[in-house]
């Protein structure tokens, strides 16, 4: 018989376990499963609760209450489930060797207002892990402040408006090209400088004659993702930065996509000048949900002074924060930044090594060419030439079946899949970006094709069920023209 537990106590207070399954019947002991209709649900006494006092729940056995919350689990989908292609955020599976690291007790409970003295090995960590993304994009210095992809755009946009402040210059646009990040107008606009479309070329790169066209003593520079959301190299970076330097401006380098060129590009011989990465991304921290994050500025020796203090510093074999830089942007995050995200990208870079992470970004590169190959057959392919990390294919050859893109993602569900990133980017009608990312198997990756290869097939011959999927999951597609009208705002 198993042993039988008060749900108080396995469940805590609070009022947690008032909604249905967890619901009973008035003066009666209940299981979890039960189906009460609302108006015999017992009042929760929540006063009592919160003050810690004995509150009449039912008793439940430990193994109802591991079996429910297991259920829960299992009801959601995660990169531990299966394959997550979430092109653009690289939803890749992250060794849980680096999760141990991170809840580490001395590292998790170091306090961070202690004396420089009393966190020497914290200081270390965070000094080794600048050097280490230093030495990864051939620039020269490191803040680890920021705390998300879109705070480090800020911050680089801040550097920028710093740097140009200093050279007496009051420049106010940025050039932002049609295949960069989203986020990064929205950057830029916050910092007071207006943005300016480049549109790519019928190849999906950047024009570098376009480029010179746009660039005058007005523009601050330039902000560009490489490789960009098409999935592409801009292979005449270096042409470009050297027009946009030419003119007295800056190139920011958005450095989201790094997962494709770890050890493989030089960001400073590309002739960036700040380069923001995501650790939440390409570092192994689990990716989604909206967090944590981390989004470290890397800049060239031009742009050190402007980095955010306090900065960690190492002198006479003793590490400390400095603040004494006057020409610093000031801080743009408390303490240390996201420090449990830092230290998962710490042992994430010991553990790979600089061979690891150039096999790392070299396997995502082959993976999603091939599937690139595999699909282009069957799935129209608006720039067919070598990807990096991730391939954009668009809806056109289904569109005489009246099915789209989201038709698609949608059963690709059934299928035991998490979709792909959809209708982005922009430039793609119909987008859909697979990144396969680097720690899926050939197996693995062959059965994802097969399954979208499945879908297309029943899109000509029976469409209806990619108009109503997905089919098999606790809730069905919702109403979205009625969502888009008709809002549940809460305030």
Known sequence: MSEHVNANVVLGTGGLILNEPLLWE????????????????????LDAALLGAEVDFPDLSEVDVVRHYTRLSQWNFGVDSGMYPLGSCTMKYNPKTNERQAATPAIASAHPMLEDQLCQGTLR??????????????????SLQPAAGAHGELTGMLIFHACHRSRGSQRHKILIPDTAHGTNPASAALCGFRAVPVKSDEQGMLDPALVASLMDEDTAGIMLTNPNTLGLFE?????????????????????????????VVDAKRCGIDVLHLNLHKTFSTPHGGG??????????RELEPFLPVPRVVCENDLYRLAADHPLSIGRVHAFHGNFGVLVRAYSYILTMGEEGLRQASRLAVLNANYIKERLKD?????????????????????????????DMAKRLIDYGYHPPTIYFPLVV?????????????????????????????????????????????KVRRMDEVRAARCPCLIG
């Open 378 to 406: 069957v799935l129209h392919l608006p720039y067919d030439r070598p990807c990096m990390h991730e391939c954009v294919f668009s809806d056109l050859n289904q569109q005489p079946d009246k099915i789209t893109t989201l």
């Open 26 to 45: 008035k003066g009666k002991k209940g299981r979890i499963g039960m189906s009460i209709p609302q108006s015999d649900v017992a009042p929760a006494p």
């Open 125 to 142: 960590l965070l000094h080794e892990l600048q050097r280490s993304l230093a030495a990864i994009t051939g620039l020269d210095a490191v």
């Open 235 to 263: 292979e005449r970076i270096r042409e470009i930065a050297a027009i946009v330097h030419a003119k007295g401006g800056l190139v920011y380098g958005d450095g989201a996509n790094m997962n494709a060129v770890l050890g």
């Open 291 to 300: 967090g944590p994050g981390a989004g470290p500025v890397c800049v060239t």
């Open 429 to 473: 009608h119909g987008a859909m970006m697979i990144e396969p990312t680097e720690t899926e198997c050939k197996e693995d990756i062959d059965q994802f094709i097969a399954a979208l290869k499945a879908i297309i097939r029943e899109a000509k011959e029976q469409p209806e069920l990619l108009r109503q999927a997905p089919q098999r999951t």
